[in-house]
């Protein structure tokens, strides 16, 4: 079993930042990556980075968020938020090298943090 402690979010204006982190207990885990659902809305993948470093974004966030890792820790930059970036964002995990798009291929999930965006 592998365990996903998050941390960052918060609330911030239009325009602002903020920054996320998640941590898993297995240095082993390949894909590692950020869902985010908005009240009344699907869970999406917001980012995801593999083992390899190659990185995916959801085109709504390209050039404003940035993903990263540091072995069995991942980082999520949130520049320019916008209101509609509004979500709890959740932690994700897989054994495998490549990620996935669907929720339904991670096994792993940490507890989610919010993120607040006012216009």
């Known amino acids: 079993q592998v365990q996903l402690v998050e941390s960052g979010g918060g609330s911030v204006q239009s325009g602002g930042s903020l920054s996320l982190s998640c941590v898993a207990s297995?240095?082993?885990?390949?894909?590692m990556g950020w869902f985010r659902q908005a009240p009344g809305k699907e869970s999406v993948e917001v980012a995801s980075?593999?083992?390899?470093?190659r990185t995916y974004y959801i085109e709504s966030v390209k050039g404003r968020f940035t993903i990263s890792r540091d072995n069995a820790k991942i980082f999520l930059e949130l520049n320019d938020l916008k209101p509609e970036d509004t979500a709890m964002y959740y932690c994700?995990?897989?054994?495998?090298?490549?990620?996935?798009?669907?929720?339904?291929?991670?096994?792993?999930w940490g507890q989610g943090t919010q993120v607040t965006v006012s216009s």
């Open positions: 980075i593999e083992i390899i470093d």
């Open positions: 994700a995990a897989r054994e495998y090298a490549m990620c996935s798009r669907s929720l339904k291929d991670y096994i792993y």
């Open positions: 297995r240095d082993t885990i390949k894909c």
